[in-house]
């Protein structure tokens, strides 16, 4: 392939203007497959549902596939959409948009961490101290606050790769 590959955005672009007038999903394959993988296509037919596209199951065709449309204020509404996200991200901006991210994603890990730290010392402090059924209250805190920092730390690994 020796065409320049497409954005996402810019595949999603296509695959809502080719069914403006309707399309079928192999005619959108072979009309994109020069500028993208078919799973870069197939991640474009979906993320161009979310923006409207939909199917039209009485004209399923056995070699063509699923036909899609869009209706055209759905369209215009992605194309309004597209220039404002086309405008705002530059590759400094989107640089320190995954880097505040990142940052939010530690500090929320961070959070719950000294939080379950703090729940169970002030649990045992409480236990030693004689006031057991307050002590295991706050270690019961303790478990439930580590459970969701380990899930929230599965999730954030999850997403960053």
């Not at 320049?4 to 007038?21: K, N, Q």
């Not at 705002?88 to 901006?93: G, H, I, L």
């Not at 959070?111 to 030693?128: E, I, N, P, Y």
């Amino acid at each position: 392939m020796n065409a320049a590959r497409l954005s996402p955005l810019e595949l999603t672009d296509r695959v809502l203007s080719m069914a403006t007038t309707g399309v079928y999903r192999q005619s959108v394959f072979e009309a994109l497959g020069p500028v993208a993988t078919q799973r870069q296509i197939r991640d474009a037919i979906a993320q161009a549902k979310q923006f409207g596209l939909y199917t039209v199951s009485a004209l399923r065709d056995e070699e063509l596939g699923t036909y899609y449309q869009v209706d055209s204020a759905s369209y215009e509404s992605f194309q309004a959409a597209s220039k404002t996200l086309a405008t705002q991200t530059t590759p400094d901006n989107l640089a320190e948009q995954v880097v505040a991210t990142h940052q939010a994603l530690r500090a929320m890990l961070t959070t719950v961490a000294s939080s379950t730290l703090g729940l169970g010392l002030l649990g045992g402090w409480c236990l030693l101290d004689g006031h057991t059924q307050l002590g295991r209250g706050l270690w019961l805190g303790a478990i439930v606050a580590g459970g969701l920092w380990g899930v929230q730390r599965w999730i954030v690994r999850r997403a960053l790769g």
